[in-house]
């Protein structure tokens, strides 16, 4: 065999494994979106929590160039690491020194206003990536496109591409061409109103978060979420969205709202 050949025949194996991976990432990920309710162990429950809020996907869902890395308070710096699949547009990277100055976050929504009270100090690779959104306009007119059940009370948004009408099979796979890191897990809990990050395992965080609206004290026994907000004004919009219902229920209660979320846009607004 020619080195030219061989060369196409790795070529032609890289290929064939990249497809086997995809097509098993998305039968696991139908899997679990399938498992019904009234389960009681903690295995299944967390298989289900899962499917509610993770973009989708498992450990090698996101194709990651290097890793990121934690916050570094000697040099006030963050490390994104890119991960093209899913890329939504090309925004860039967040600047790697962080902004501590950002204090409130406001979703201007097709039903008002949204504020988020954020926490820089304990997550502050994760808001200086939504200041840097923000300023792209990468939200704007993007749709919440994935509401919970009373077991598993979210509001997940933060997928341009999402169609949100309870037919878009790639919703939530959207994301912004990078990953960071999870923060703020040690004791992390998901009570109402907290916002935190959506992912597909440890450190994939990119621009899917979902607001919590009741009790999601099931997820605090494994905490995986980044919480990095909690809502102080328009909380009352997405009990609206819950009691309206969802679209296309995929078994665990979770499904597209039937009460349209629309992001106009995001801004971010600077301490003092």
């Not at 093209?84 to 409130?104: C, H, L, R």
């Not at 939504?130 to 598993?152: N, Q, W």
């Not at 099979?169 to 959207?174: H, M, Y």
């Not at 997820?219 to 995986?224: E, I, Q, R, V």
Request: charge should be neutral.
């Amino acid at each position: 065999m020619s080195g030219k050949d061989r060369q196409k025949q790795l070529a032609r194996e890289h290929y064939e494994r990249q497809i086997q991976r995809r097509t098993e990432r998305e039968a696991r990920a139908k899997r679990m979106t399938i498992i019904g309710s009234g389960v009681a162990t903690v295995v299944v429950v967390g298989a289900v929590i899962a499917a509610t809020v993770l973009l989708g996907g498992g450990d090698d869902a996101p194709a990651t160039t290097g890793q990121p890395t934690a916050f570094d308070p000697a040099s006030g710096t963050c490390g994104y690491a890119a991960a093209t699949e899913g890329q939504v547009k090309d925004v860039g990277m967040p600047p790697a020194k962080v902004d501590t100055s950002p204090e409130t976050m406001t979703l201007k929504t097709n039903l008002g206003d949204i504020v988020i009270k954020l926490d820089p100090a304990k997550t502050p690779c994760t808001v200086n990536s939504f200041a840097h959104l923000a300023g792209k306009d990468y939200f704007d007119g993007s749709k919440c496109h994935r509401l919970g059940s009373d077991r598993f009370p979210i509001l997940q948004c933060g997928d341009p591409l999402a169609k949100a009408d309870g037919e878009g099979a790639t919703d939530g796979q959207g994301g912004p061409g990078y990953r960071f890191v999870d923060e703020n897990l040690a004791g992390a809990k998901y009570t109402r109103g907290v916002v935190a990050m959506a992912n597909s395992g440890p450190d994939t965080n990119g621009s899917q978060f979902f607001i919590v609206y009741g009790d999601a004290s099931s997820l605090t026994a494994n905490p995986n979420y980044t919480p990095f907000g909690t809502v102080t004004k328009g909380l009352e919009i997405v009990d609206e969205v819950n009691k309206a219902g969802v679209i296309g229920d995929g078994g665990d209660g979770t499904g597209a709202p039937k009460k349209t979320v629309e992001i106009k846009d995001v801004t971010i607004s600077a301490k003092g």
